[in-house]
């Protein structure tokens, strides 16, 4: 985020106030070419500057109007005042310090009287307060009014230094001319070198931290110092990288938040901001911004309410985004409080990010509280709004992902035929619970039908209809069975005896209790599943619950108790381990492979809503993209080093799912999709609209100066 001054202009004074901008104002295909103009004006004005010359504007300057915002000038110049004073005085630091002063006369001003112009600025490097009053009462010639203005830019630009070229630098890796058009020669070594060599030097400095938090705090100053190094270092290295940048690291870096000495960038929204949010979104540097991840920080993980601390989730998601798929474009926020008052400054901050990034932006919620997360969800998409939930929907998609992964090794039963029982009943299992319906549709159930295949058990037992103990949300009454049902597996019993009365064919825990999975519960399911569809038949065991230390039960032990009958996937990463059969590698149920392409998807397609169906498509294209070693491995989703590959999978499938179900999806990012309505039924169109969406996928590889 680059600090740049602007003067704003009112009848009877000038301000000159801190705003966040960037002077070459970057778009998604480089610098805007008027940014580009207004350097080669400063080039001028400095050159006036060293000569004494005075700065001949062309006829368009001169009669050029004030912005649309602001009051324009009157015309007539009330002063001797020169452009050649203005230009000493503020190259030189100065307003016109010593200069004649301008003179009142403009309409409401209280009196005639001049004032001198004497506010001066600090010196680099020092403190400044937010707004200086340098008393011109009326700017009346137009072209002096631009020519402050872009004076002031000019200012602004000593200001930013060093911490613009660092936002726009590759290092070394930075082309000759980039360094010429932006001065940088001097500021490194002269020899230019290749990405890679940038890359490699980073990863070295990486081998040199012991903990894992240390190597976060080297990668945030990577990040903030050469973006395509710190995204092409992620790229080539995410089995290693990923649980630094997201969890399990990630919930450290939260706890320690306020300690770190470089904290990445997000924007912060504070309830004592209410009613100016509008004025902290225009602050955001990015003007194309394309996702916005946003959390009020009261669900972090595992840790429970960390307030601001929470920040370092969005930041993660921000760059899981670009490293998978999106292009860059993802804007980290976070705000809190209760009730009306909450909704309120909610709703500002919507609002605020349509106003200036568009109808079309996708916003994407994390980490919120269950007394917000699907409430905030309902109302948002009722409103027309692109958003989606993470914990509930991309959590699910991975889930149902799973599902389809696992339907693809021979023993699993059937998808028509399969039990689900939930252990736990938050918004993952609530979330996948819903999906699970849409997908048991799209094989033909009805809706209430497909209910009957899904059970959920909380902290209080079974859940249904009129349980005494322990009550019931809206979200856990959609799948609440009768009474009458739960007579199989009585409300008090345990989780062992559930499974023994209800003989589920797929177990999935999202309730963060360690070990809740036990050796006789994993037997139970295994035996069920085999009396039920025969001895060849297997289970499905998903431990969505993270870090590892709350695991429900590690892979080695579901594979262990099952006889190596069972399926396994986990919410954290568990290593690869040995068996008589080869080697396994545990899959890993992570959103991460699912959020990036929905996102990219949305983009690429003009998305107006984030729908089931949408998400469906997503968990499909996860389940497809399982490569044959894989699957040999009993792997039932891809692998996490391959998220960008898995991301234009998922961003393919999801855009064509919008193309065919939403008529009335805004303008495309891409021309070339494919006409298919079931595109994963097809890999020729699959790849055709990959390729499609490739050509707007981030590449470190290839920089946008120009």
Same mark, same amino acid.
């Given at each position: 985020?680059?600090?740049?001054?602007?003067?704003?202009?009112?009848?009877?004074?000038?301000?000159?106030?801190?705003?966040?901008?960037?002077?070459?104002?970057?778009?998604?295909?480089?610098?805007?070419?008027?940014?580009?103009?207004?350097?080669?004006?400063?080039?001028?004005?400095?050159?006036?500057?060293?000569?004494?010359?005075?700065?001949?504007?062309?006829?368009?300057?001169?009669?050029?109007?004030?912005?649309?915002?602001?009051?324009?000038?009157?015309?007539?110049?009330?002063?001797?005042?020169?452009?050649?004073?203005?230009?000493?005085?503020?190259?030189?630091?100065?307003?016109?310090?010593?200069?004649?002063?301008?003179?009142?006369?403009?309409?409401?001003?209280?009196?005639?009287?001049?004032?001198?112009?004497?506010?001066?600025?600090?010196?680099?490097?020092?403190?400044?307060?937010?707004?200086?009053?340098?008393?011109?009462?009326?700017?009346?010639?137009?072209?002096?009014?631009?020519?402050?203005?872009?004076?002031?830019?000019?200012?602004?630009?000593?200001?930013?230094?060093?911490?613009?070229?660092?936002?726009?630098?590759?290092?070394?890796?930075?082309?000759?001319?980039?360094?010429?058009?932006?001065?940088?020669?001097?500021?490194?070594?002269?020899?230019?070198?290749?990405?890679?060599?940038?890359?490699?030097?980073?990863?070295?400095?990486?081998?040199?931290?012991?903990?894992?938090?240390?190597?976060?705090?080297?990668?945030?100053?990577?990040?903030?110092?050469?973006?395509?190094?710190?995204?092409?270092?992620?790229?080539?290295?995410?089995?290693?990288?990923?649980?630094?940048?997201?969890?399990?690291?990630?919930?450290?870096?939260?706890?320690?938040?306020?300690?770190?000495?470089?904290?990445?960038?997000?924007?912060?929204?504070?309830?004592?901001?209410?009613?100016?949010?509008?004025?902290?979104?225009?602050?955001?540097?990015?003007?194309?911004?394309?996702?916005?991840?946003?959390?009020?920080?009261?669900?972090?993980?595992?840790?429970?309410?960390?307030?601001?601390?929470?920040?370092?989730?969005?930041?993660?998601?921000?760059?899981?985004?670009?490293?998978?798929?999106?292009?860059?474009?993802?804007?980290?926020?976070?705000?809190?409080?209760?009730?009306?008052?909450?909704?309120?400054?909610?709703?500002?901050?919507?609002?605020?990010?349509?106003?200036?990034?568009?109808?079309?932006?996708?916003?994407?919620?994390?980490?919120?509280?269950?007394?917000?997360?699907?409430?905030?969800?309902?109302?948002?998409?009722?409103?027309?709004?692109?958003?989606?939930?993470?914990?509930?929907?991309?959590?699910?998609?991975?889930?149902?992902?799973?599902?389809?992964?696992?339907?693809?090794?021979?023993?699993?039963?059937?998808?028509?035929?399969?039990?689900?029982?939930?252990?736990?009943?938050?918004? =993952?299992? !609530? %979330? &996948? +619970?819903?999906?699970?319906?849409?997908?048991? *549709? @799209?094989?033909?159930? /009805?809706?209430? $039908?497909?209910?009957?295949?899904?059970?959920?058990?909380?902290?209080?037992?079974?859940?249904?209809?009129?349980?005494?103990?322990?009550?019931?949300?809206?979200?856990?009454?959609?799948?609440?069975?009768?009474?009458?049902?739960?007579?199989?597996?009585?409300?008090?019993?345990?989780?062992?005896?559930?499974?023994?009365?209800?003989?589920?064919? =797929?177990? !999935? %825990? &999202? +309730?963060?209790?360690?070990?809740?999975?036990? *050796? @006789?519960?994993?037997? /139970?399911?295994? $035996?069920?599943?085999?009396?039920?569809?025969?001895?060849?038949?297997?289970?499905?065991?998903?431990?969505?619950?993270?870090?590892?230390?709350?695991?429900?039960?590690?892979?080695?032990?579901?594979?262990?108790?099952?006889?190596?009958?069972?399926?396994?996937?986990?919410?954290?990463?568990?290593?690869?381990?040995?068996?008589?059969?080869?080697?396994?590698?545990?899959?890993? +149920?992570?959103?991460?492979?699912?959020?990036?392409?929905?996102?990219?998807?949305?983009?690429?397609?003009?998305?107006?809503?984030?729908?089931?169906?949408?998400?469906?498509?997503?968990?499909?294209?996860?389940?497809?993209?399982?490569?044959?070693?894989?699957?040999?491995?009993?792997?039932?989703?891809?692998?996490?080093?391959?998220?960008?590959?898995?991301?234009?999978?998922?961003?393919?499938?999801?855009?064509?799912?919008?193309?065919?179900?939403?008529?009335?999806?805004? +303008?495309?990012?891409?021309?070339?999709?494919?006409?298919?309505?079931?595109?994963?039924?097809?890999?020729?169109?699959?790849?055709?609209?990959?390729?499609?969406?490739?050509?707007?996928?981030?590449?470190?590889?290839?920089?946008?100066?120009?």
């Amino acid at each position: 985020m680059q600090l740049e001054r602007t003067l704003i202009f009112r009848p009877s004074n000038v301000h000159l106030r801190h705003t966040f901008c960037s002077l070459h104002s970057q778009t998604r295909h480089g610098f805007d070419p008027a940014a580009r103009s207004l350097s080669k004006r400063r080039d001028a004005v400095v050159a006036a500057q060293n000569t004494g010359e005075d700065l001949h504007e062309d006829t368009d300057d001169a009669t050029r109007q004030a912005p649309a915002h602001e009051t324009p000038p009157e015309r007539g110049l009330a002063s001797s005042l020169t452009r050649r004073d203005l230009m000493r005085g503020v190259i030189g630091g100065t307003i016109a310090t010593g200069a004649p002063a301008l003179v009142h006369g403009g309409p409401g001003t209280p009196s005639a009287e001049a004032i001198p112009i004497t506010s001066r600025l600090p010196p680099i490097g020092q403190a400044a307060p937010g707004t200086y009053n340098i008393g011109v009462a009326a700017v009346r010639d137009p072209a002096l009014y631009r020519l402050i203005a872009d004076l002031a830019c000019a200012q602004a630009s000593i200001y930013r230094g060093f911490s613009y070229i660092l936002r726009v630098s590759r290092g070394m890796a930075t082309d000759q001319a980039v360094r010429s058009e932006l001065r940088m020669h001097g500021l490194m070594p002269h020899r230019h070198v290749p990405l890679q060599v940038e890359i490699d030097r980073a990863r070295g400095a990486l081998q040199l931290c012991d903990a894992p938090l240390e190597k976060y705090k080297a990668l945030a100053i990577l990040r903030e110092h050469n973006q395509d190094a710190f995204f092409g270092l992620l790229a080539q290295n995410l089995n290693e990288l990923l649980p630094v940048i997201y969890t399990p690291t990630v919930g450290d870096a939260c706890k320690n938040w306020s300690a770190l000495m470089q904290r990445p960038q997000g924007l912060y929204v504070s309830i004592k901001d209410k009613g100016n949010v509008r004025a902290l979104v225009r602050n955001w540097p990015a003007d194309d911004v394309r996702i916005a991840v946003l959390t009020d920080g009261e669900r972090i993980l595992g840790l429970g309410d960390l307030g601001i601390n929470g920040m370092g989730i969005p930041v993660g998601k921000a760059m899981v985004y670009t490293a998978a798929a999106a292009s860059g474009s993802a804007l980290p926020q976070q705000e809190r409080v209760r009730g009306k008052e909450y909704d309120d400054i909610v709703d500002e901050l919507i609002e605020a990010l349509h106003e200036r990034y568009g109808a079309r932006l996708v916003l994407h919620w994390e980490d919120f509280n269950v007394r917000n997360s699907f409430r905030l969800l309902d109302k948002y998409v009722s409103q027309g709004v692109c958003t989606f939930n993470d914990d509930i929907q991309s959590t699910a998609a991975a889930v149902v992902g799973a599902v389809y992964g696992a339907l693809r090794l021979a023993g699993v039963p059937p998808l028509k035929q399969q039990i689900f029982l939930f252990f736990g009943a938050g918004q =993952a299992n !609530i %979330g &996948a +619970a819903r999906l699970l319906v849409s997908a048991l *549709a @799209d094989e033909g159930l /009805a809706e209430a $039908q497909a209910k009957q295949q899904i059970w959920l058990y909380d902290s209080k037992g079974l859940v249904y209809e009129g349980r005494p103990t322990g009550r019931l949300t809206p979200q856990k009454l959609e799948f609440a069975r009768s009474a009458s049902e739960v007579d199989r597996a009585p409300s008090g019993s345990s989780l062992l005896e559930a499974v023994q009365r209800l003989q589920p064919s =797929a177990l !999935i %825990g &999202a +309730a963060a209790k360690q070990g809740a999975f036990s *050796a @006789d519960t994993i037997k /139970a399911l295994t $035996q069920g599943v085999q009396d039920r569809w025969g001895r060849g038949s297997r289970p499905i065991v998903l431990a969505l619950s993270n870090p590892s230390e709350v695991a429900e039960c590690t892979a080695q032990q579901a594979h262990d108790w099952s006889g190596g009958r069972a399926v396994y996937a986990s919410g954290t990463a568990f290593p690869p381990f040995q068996t008589q059969h080869g080697r396994k590698v545990p899959a890993q +149920a992570n959103n991460s492979l699912i959020f990036p392409g929905v996102g990219l998807g949305c983009i690429a397609a003009g998305a107006k809503q984030v729908t089931p169906d949408i998400m469906l498509a997503a968990a499909k294209a996860a389940a497809i993209k399982l490569t044959p070693e894989e699957l040999e491995q009993d792997s039932i989703l891809p692998q996490v080093d391959r998220i960008s590959q898995v991301g234009l999978g998922v961003a393919a499938a999801v855009a064509c799912c919008i193309k065919q179900t939403q008529q009335d999806a805004g +303008a495309s990012e891409v021309a070339c999709l494919p006409g298919a309505k079931d595109v994963l039924a097809n890999k020729d169109d699959l790849k055709q609209a990959e390729h499609c969406i490739a050509g707007i996928q981030y590449n470190p590889f290839s920089p946008r100066y120009v």
